[in-house]
């Protein structure tokens, strides 16, 4: 079955540096999300991805975040300036066309703010 | 906002029982997901519905919209389906992310 890949698999920085996280979706996708997962809690959804824009985002997805297809393969979730509440699972996720097919997500980033 | 309620939180069974896992919902949804987390992280979907039931293997989901809930039963249980079971909903609307709901962390024992 095809993949999503995410790399890298765990991302260690200091308070106030600025993170890359990257993603590989699967290659005819179409549809491109962002969701997080803190430690204990539950699954939230960060932004989803369309046709070079950002299609929806919730509440946690400030200023200080940013989404790009910079080529034909990767999506990045930059966080600019990190707090330690950013601290948590990263996942990249994608889909075909129709907007309920299954989805497709990658294995995660953990990132570790110190 | 759509809240969605999993229960139970926690589940421990022999193998070979018959699983039941619920998920109910607070505002009409256009999809449910049904998805699997395993100790190291990844997440797999396992269903979407918008209605009625579906079966994989020994899996089968199904989706009442009228009275917002959903099911997950695994029949004939075996060790190797512990993991943590997630309902997530997709709200009506032309909204594109998905609410999750908490989890249930299923435990089989041999």
């Known amino acids: 079955e095809p993949e999503v890949t995410q790399t890298p698999s765990h991302q260690v920085t200091q308070m106030g540096q600025e993170v890359i996280l990257r993603c590989v979706p699967i290659?005819?996708?179409?549809?491109f999300y962002w969701y997080r997962q803190i430690l204990g809690q539950k699954v939230e959804f960060l932004v989803s991805?369309?046709?070079?824009?950002?299609?929806?985002k919730s509440e946690i997805f400030d200023d200080q975040f940013s989404v790009e297809r910079p080529d034909g393969s990767n999506f990045t979730l930059k966080i600019r300036s990190t707090k330690l509440e950013d601290s948590a699972m990263y996942f990249c996720?994608?889909?075909?066309?129709?907007?309920?097919?299954?989805?497709?997500f990658g294995s995660g980033t953990q990132l570790s703010v110190l | 906002k759509n809240e969605v309620e999993q229960s139970p939180q926690n589940l421990t069974a022999q193998e070979g029982e018959f699983i039941t896992i619920n998920c109910s919902y607070s505002v009409g949804i256009s999809a449910l997901h049904w998805l699997q987390q395993h100790p190291g992280g990844g997440i797999v979907s396992l269903f979407m519905l918008s209605s009625g039931k579906k079966k994989h293997g020994r899996l089968i989901a199904t989706i009442n919209i009228q009275e917002k809930h959903s099911s997950l039963h695994i029949t004939a249980s075996h060790p190797r389906d512990s993991a943590v079971y997630i309902c997530?909903?997709?709200?009506?609307?032309?909204?594109?992310?998905?609410?999750f709901g908490k989890g249930t962390h299923l435990i089989i024992q041999p």
């Open positions: 997530a909903v997709r709200s009506g609307g032309g909204a594109d992310g998905l609410t």
């Open positions: 991805f369309y046709n070079n824009e950002i299609s929806e």
């Open positions: 290659s005819n996708h179409l549809y």
């Open positions: 996720a994608s889909r075909l066309i129709m907007a309920n097919e299954k989805l497709f």
